[in-house]
């Protein structure tokens, strides 16, 4: 049985998610912590679990999601699986940091990449993998259907989608993605999004205003 770990990080609140199993395989996703206190919370919560992080992966590579990502590098040794069009955003890092006044070093690390229609597995657990363009180019979605949750990133939030007007956004595209990938999954898959609380696609379908 897989347990969901969230940790709230950063300047925009965001989570930084860890997936692991009662054998202490773990997923992190999404590691967006900056400050030292931070990278402390997060580190000896793996350290405490005893988990074994298989892992890192990217929903998508703006900067708030990647905050930590060379520190996880560093520490677990493992690849950073992502969708490629968002490679080009990930490498924009440095000047993205500039943009919030933030001195950055370029991000270094072994990048295994995934597309729509692939499977992941984590200790026999399976995940199927969405691409979702219209936050960010290559934004994808991790669903678990055995245990009906996903980690959506900042595509689908508790009623509200992600921001369109940033670098290569493109709210039609965001819009018919939802629609057509996530919208026909099960009411009662959980949505565990790039920020805020965790929802559900029975409840954004009917209470999300850009989807009604």
């Known amino acids: 049985m897989l347990q969901i ?21 773990a997923w992190l996703i999404d590691p967006g912590n900056m400050t030292d206190q931070e990278t402390k919370i997060i580190q000896e919560f793996i350290t405490e679990h005893m988990l074994q992080i298989e892992k890192i992966l990217l929903t998508h590579a703006h ?15 493992v690849p950073v699986t992502m969708h490629r069009d968002d490679k080009e955003v990930l490498d924009m890092f440095q000047i993205s940091g500039m943009r919030f006044g933030m001195t ?18 984590l200790d026999g657990e399976k995940f199927k993998i969405y691409h979702v363009p219209g936050h960010s180019p290559g934004s994808i979605v991790f669903h678990n259907k055995s245990q009906q949750f996903m980690i959506s990133g900042d595509v689908l939030f508790e009623g509200s989608i ?9 709210y039609e595209q965001l819009i018919e993605g939802i ?13 565990f999004s790039g920020h805020g609380n965790p929802t559900t696609i029975g409840f954004e379908k009917q209470h999300n205003p850009f989807l009604k």
Do not use: C, P
Not at 107 to 121: H, K, P, V
Not at 164 to 170: I, P, S
């Open 5 to 25: 770990q969230t940790f709230v990080f950063n300047f925009a609140s965001e989570n930084t998610y860890i997936l692991y199993n009662e054998n202490r395989k």
């Open 63 to 77: 900067i708030d999601h990647v905050l930590g990502l060379q520190w996880a590098v560093d520490t677990y040794k």
């Open 104 to 121: 950055l070093n370029h991000i270094t690390a072994d990048i295994e990449y995934i597309n729509e229609g692939d499977e992941m597995s």
């Open 162 to 170: 992600g921001r369109t007007d940033l670098y290569k956004g493109n």
């Open 179 to 191: 629609r057509n990938k996530l919208f026909i999954l099960d009411d009662q898959t959980r949505v």
